[in-house]
């Protein structure tokens, strides 16, 4: 199993970027989707997460500004970033429970995509 992410580069305050992660392979179903974000000396922190059935959780500090969506006939989930701010200055990581088959077996594990970088310059 794979999660690509693409969509970030810089941009300025108040500009708006759109995030997009596909999750390829072997893959059964797909649970929980997220983006997450770390920045320089800082831990990493969910951003926004949505359930399978499209419930949305938001961090405080991007309540208002950023829509997650997903499409789960494409294995894809969408993070809309609007309002941008220098604080915002991350690198966005996408995150989702997968469920994977082989023959009669059922795995679901914890992945990650490798990382996209979102610039704010103010």
């Known amino acids: 199993v794979q999660l690509q992410a693409s969509g970030g580069g810089l941009v300025q305050a108040g500009g708006s970027l759109r995030l997009s992660c596909a999750a390829s392979g072997n893959i059964f179903s797909i649970n929980g989707m997220g983006w997450y974000r770390q920045a320089p000396g800082k831990q990493r922190e969910l951003v926004a997460g949505i359930s399978r059935g499209g419930r949305t959780n938001y961090a405080d500090s991007v309540e208002g500004r950023f829509t997650i969506s997903r499409d789960n006939a494409n294995s894809t989930v969408f993070l809309q970033m609007n309002s941008l701010k220098p604080e915002d200055t991350a690198v966005y990581y996408c995150?989702?429970?997968?469920?994977?088959?082989?023959?009669?077996?059922?795995?679901?594990?914890?992945?990650w995509g490798q990382g996209t970088q979102v610039t704010v310059s103010s």
């Open positions: 995150n989702a429970e997968i469920t994977t088959s082989h023959l009669r077996s059922y795995y679901t594990g914890n992945y």
